[in-house]
């Protein structure tokens, strides 16, 4: 916090810095990985109506792998618990919320490399490319409907950076960090999955 305000992005940008480092010596922990997913959840609230389901559906699944990791060390031994107990794809599992949530990462991953590359204020064009990338091809016609018709009530640039209290300079340092270390998280997610030959598009 500085002078009493949330920095949202900054605590995004070093909760994966730090996941990453980490991930590079040690198998993935539930614990802090949900810790760090747990931060990413304020930006899909600040993307409004277009990204509720991603919200609701994101920190859902994020609260479970918090759960689990109480009881349950690494992303290894969660996908190995739910293969011995032949769960992996069905609702509710640990590997499916695990896989549902990688692909919030990967989305806002995709959204911010979008922010950087396109210029002007209007975040429909990031966010649309964003969407039809990772969550589109799983999702039925009627919710991309849906999130096509809310697209049009996203915030501007200008006005997420401020709910963020960013201003452009420190919310591309804070996106840059965050694409550079989330992906080898998120590469690491998916070798998990596929090294089991179990698949991530499911």
Request: glycine share 6%.
């Amino acid at each position: 916090m500085e002078g009493g305000r949330e920095k949202p992005l900054r605590r995004i940008a070093e909760a994966f810095e730090g996941l990453a480092a980490n991930s590079q010596t040690a198998p993935m922990e539930v614990d802090a990985f949900s810790r760090a997913c747990s931060q990413v959840s304020v930006l899909f609230r600040c993307l409004g109506v277009a990204f509720k389901f991603a919200e609701m559906d994101y920190v859902a699944k994020v609260e479970d792998l918090s759960e689990a990791s109480k009881s349950i060390s690494t992303l290894n031994n969660l996908l190995e618990i739910d293969i011995q107990q032949d769960c992996v794809r069905r609702g509710g599992s640990h590997s499916r919320n695990l896989l549902r949530v990688k692909r919030g990462l990967d989305m806002v991953k995709v959204l911010f490399e979008q922010i950087l590359q396109k210029d002007g204020n209007s975040l429909r064009d990031p966010a649309s490319v964003a969407y039809a990338k990772v969550f589109a091809p799983h999702h039925g016609w009627a919710i991309r409907k849906a999130v096509a018709a809310g697209m049009y009530a996203l915030p501007s640039k200008a006005q997420l950076l401020r709910k963020l209290n960013e201003d452009e300079a420190s919310a591309r340092t804070y996106m840059q960090t965050y694409i550079i270390c989330s992906g080898p998280v998120i590469n690491s997610i998916e070798d998990l999955f596929n090294v089991r030959q179990l698949g991530i598009d499911w």
